[in-house]
Each structure stands twice: as C-alpha cells, then as structure tokens.
C-alpha cells in the first residue's frame, strides 16, 4: 500500500513558477515509478510526467517539455515537479499517482487526492 499527498498548488500569473510535492508513505513506495497527471475542468485526465525508481528514466508530455520538470528523493520519500513558464493551459488539478512500471496511461495503481493549480491570463 502507498499513500500519497500531494501539495504546492495556488494561483499564478502567466510566466510563473510552481513547485508541486508529493509525499508518499509505504514499506515499497521507492521502488515505485512516480507519475504527475493533471486533470482540467470537462476534461480527461491527462499525463504530464514520469519518474523511474531510480530516478534515471524520466518522461514527459510534449506540452510541458523544456517547462517541467519531475524529481524524487527517495531518501525524503518525496516526488517534485517544478513547473515554469507557466501557461493558462497548465490551469488544472494536478495528481501524483505511483505505478509499478511507467507508462504515460492514467491507470497507476495509486493515487493522491490532488492539488489545484490556476494560472491567470
């Protein structure tokens, strides 16, 4: 079992920065690949990015390429996902979810209550 919360969220304006965490308790949690997923208002879920165990394999959406960027600490049991030059777009709840292996479908194993981000025009 792996349990997960998220935090970081708020309102930005355009161009900004945000650092969403996400803090995970469980005997496993470590060896888990860690996901970031964001779901807008009418929208699906959708996949932003995804960190390997070992942190060496990373992956991310092609809207958040070159703006994102997903970290963990192990030794914190904290995942991270840095976010600038934020867009209106960007505007969503945003999840961290855990999964045995990566992959860029919303159907990791377990998941965070969720975080809002607003990014105002």
């Known amino acids: 079992q792996v349990q997960l919360v998220e935090s970081g969220g708020g309102l930005v304006q355009a161009g900004g920065s945000l650092r969403l965490s996400c803090a995970a308790s469980g005997r496993t949690w470590s060896r888990y690949v860690m996901g970031w997923f964001r779901q807008a208002p009418g929208k699906e879920r959708e996949f932003v990015a995804a960190i390997s165990w070992s942190g060496r394999s990373t992956a991310y959406a092609d809207s958040v390429k070159g703006r994102f960027t997903i970290s963990r600490d192990n030794a914190k049991n904290t995942v991270y996902l840095q976010m600038n030059n934020l867009k209106f777009e960007d505007t969503a709840v945003y999840y961290c979810?855990?999964?045995?292996?990566?992959?860029?479908?919303?159907?990791?194993?377990?998941w965070g209550q969720g975080t809002q981000v607003t990014v105002s025009s």
């Open positions: 979810a855990a999964n045995p292996v990566l992959t860029t479908n919303p159907s990791y194993d377990y």
